[in-house]
Every structure is written in structure tokens, then in C-alpha cells.
T-cell receptor
Framework: AQSVTQLDSHVSVSEGTPVLLRCNYSSSYSPSLFWYVQHPNKGLQLLLKYTSAATLVKGINGFEAEFKKSETSFHLTKPSAHMSDAAEYFCVVSPDNYGQNFVFGPGTRLSVLP | NAGVTQTPKFQVLKTGQSMTLQCAQDMNHEYMSWYRQDPGMGLRLIHYSVGAGITDQGEVPNGYNVSRSTTEDFPLRLLSAAPSQTSVYFC??????????????FGEGSWLTVV
């Protein structure tokens, strides 16, 4: 069965500095992986996804993530944080088999300080 | 392009009342799911469906019923509301399949308060 670990429940950065949100997964196969963002009192929006093509995936709003199979990681990065990036971020892994469900990490809350 | 539509967006219930959260998608997705989101606990799966006529329990199914009579609709029923069911509920859909890389699409959420 799959699982997802987000290593930090809360990350705080200053505006203009880099962002790193960490995600590790376990899966029987090479999974598809996603990052979703949720702004306060809003729904979840897809940031980016990895589907066994290029290991460096670019998403919206300047975010990108690198799939590293040897480390079973899919960390999310952004070179320069903006105030509008403050939100909750979820790492998600796709099912191994038909009939299973997507597995969500517990989330990382990103705070951006002026 | 409506995507996943949830109604109502906000609801206040009294303990013991029943209600149905509606969810519809217009993307012909096989998979539909209901999650609840509580502070500090992420998203927890309540029930899911892999196709019309097929439903199954998720992590936290107690107190909820679902049915899937059509591909498009997946309503969530609260049988007898309890304060512990105060939460934000999200409906989601996807094509599913083995390692398909299919994106999960979420509704906007339903904020439910049980008093």
C-alpha cells in the first residue's frame, strides 16, 4: 500500500527567499505524484503532477518538483516566495491498483513573512 | 466547463437532523470520492466509488451513506448529524486506473456546522 509523508507540518520563509516543501512516498510501483495547494477557505488546486515523463516537473506560479526514485522523494520548490504563496500544500500519490484511492499527505502550511 | 459541483456551500444543522450534500461532475469520470477536512488532520476519505452502482467505505465512513446511481452524481448523506461531523467536505473525481497519472478534480467544498 502507498503512503505519503510530508516532513514539515509548517514552513515559514521570508518573501523573496526560496521555498522547499518536502514529500516522501512509498509505493509498490513507480507512482504518479501530485502537489495540490489550498488557500484559506478555498478548495484544492493542482500545482503540478509527475507521470513518469521528465523527472523535473514545472507547475503553476513558478513552482517545480523533482521526482527522485532512489530517494522516494518528490520535493516542491520555488526560487522566490511571494506573499500570495501562503497556503496549505498537499503531496498526493496515485493508486497502485485499480479500485484503490489516492493517498494524501497530512499537508504543510507555508507562511511567507514580509 | 463546470467540473465538480458541490452544493450547498454552507449549511448549519441541528444535532439529529439529516441532510444530503450533492456532488456532480460532467467529465465522465469513473472515480468519485468524498473527503472531510479537519484542522491538523488533512483530508480523510469517507466513501468512494469506482463506477455507477459501486461504492465502498473509506477511512471514516461512520454516520455517512452514499449511492452512485449515475456516473455523474455522488451524493453524501448524513443520517443523524452530530457535532463531530462539523467539518469541511470535499467531493473529488478522476478517471482513476492503475498508475494512470490522472488528475483529481475537487469541488469547492461544503462547510458544515452541526450545533
Amino acid at each position: 500500500a502507498q503512503s505519503v509523508t510530508q516532513l514539515d507540518s509548517h514552513v515559514s520563509v521570508s518573501e523573496g527567499t526560496p521555498v522547499l516543501l518536502r514529500c516522501n512516498y512509498s509505493s509498490s510501483y513507480s507512482p504518479s505524484l501530485f502537489w495540490y495547494v489550498q488557500h484559506p477557505n478555498k478548495g484544492l488546486q493542482l500545482l503540478l503532477k509527475y507521470t513518469s515523463a521528465a523527472t523535473l516537473v514545472k507547475g503553476i506560479n513558478g513552482f517545480e518538483a523533482e521526482f527522485k526514485k532512489s530517494e522516494t522523494s518528490f520535493h516542491l520548490t520555488k526560487p522566490s516566495a511571494h506573499m500570495s504563496d501562503a497556503a496549505e500544500y498537499f503531496c498526493v500519490v496515485s493508486p497502485d491498483n485499480y479500485g484503490q484511492n489516492f493517498v494524501f499527505g497530512p499537508g504543510t502550511r507555508l507562511s511567507v513573512l514580509p | 466547463n463546470a467540473g465538480v459541483t458541490q452544493t450547498p456551500k454552507f449549511q448549519v444543522l441541528k444535532t439529529g437532523q439529516s441532510m444530503t450534500l450533492q456532488c456532480a461532475q460532467d467529465m465522465n469520470h469513473e472515480y468519485m470520492s468524498w473527503y472531510r477536512q479537519d484542522p491538523g488532520m488533512g483530508l480523510r476519505l469517507i466513501h468512494y466509488s469506482v463506477g455507477a452502482g459501486i461504492t465502498d467505505q473509506g477511512e471514516v465512513p461512520n454516520g455517512y451513506n452514499v449511492s452512485r446511481s449515475t456516473t455523474e452524481d455522488f451524493p453524501l448523506r448524513l443520517l443523524s448529524a452530530a457535532p463531530s461531523q462539523t467539518s469541511v467536505y470535499f467531493c473529488a473525481s478522476s478517471y482513476g486506473g492503475v498508475n494512470s497519472g490522472n488528475t483529481i478534480y475537487f469541488g469547492e467544498g461544503s462547510w458544515l456546522t452541526v450545533v
